[in-house]
């Protein structure tokens, strides 16, 4: 076989391009969707009590004590994902992805050149420095990079 996976997928001829959820490194299984929704209930519960206590609108309270655990585990997630470690191959050689690492450094991005088996040279960025290592390979002539934000 001399073709990659790829080459024999399926077109995906008029599906809506796929919309990323709100969590980008959590896959939550049953268990973890039900510990979710549970705190989430708590914490709306915590929020109605406590409009009813301070003589608030219980509809807010409830509501804005129902979402911080969502925007909590958010935050935290993409927290995580900015701290991962991203890479990129455009098939450049390796002095001019070394030159573009060179150019990300001096902009105060930590960028690493990867050589694999096959001779190919990558990037390797963390993905909190995309848009700055979109700005520099656009600027050496390379397609941008799908920052994913």
Request: hydrophobic residues 50%; aromatic residues 6%.
């Amino acid at each position: 076989m001399d073709r990659r996976y790829a080459e024999y997928m399926p077109l995906r001829s008029g599906m809506p391009p796929h919309r990323r959820g709100i969590l980008r490194t959590a896959e939550l299984n049953v268990i973890g969707g039900a510990a979710v929704v549970g705190t989430c209930l708590a914490t709306a519960g915590l929020g109605f009590a406590a409009g009813r206590f301070l003589g608030l609108p219980v509809a807010i309270t409830a509501s804005a004590g129902g979402a911080l655990p969502l925007l909590l585990l958010e935050g935290l997630d993409r927290r995580r994902w900015r701290a991962m470690l991203a890479g990129y191959g455009w098939g450049g050689a390796p002095a001019e992805v070394s030159a573009v690492a060179a150019e990300l450094l001096l902009r105060g991005v930590v960028a690493n050149v990867q050589v694999h088996d096959d001779e190919s040279t990558s990037l390797r960025y963390r993905n909190a420095d995309a848009d700055v290592v979109s700005i520099v390979l656009a600027e050496h002539g390379v397609p941008a990079v799908d920052c994913g934000l």
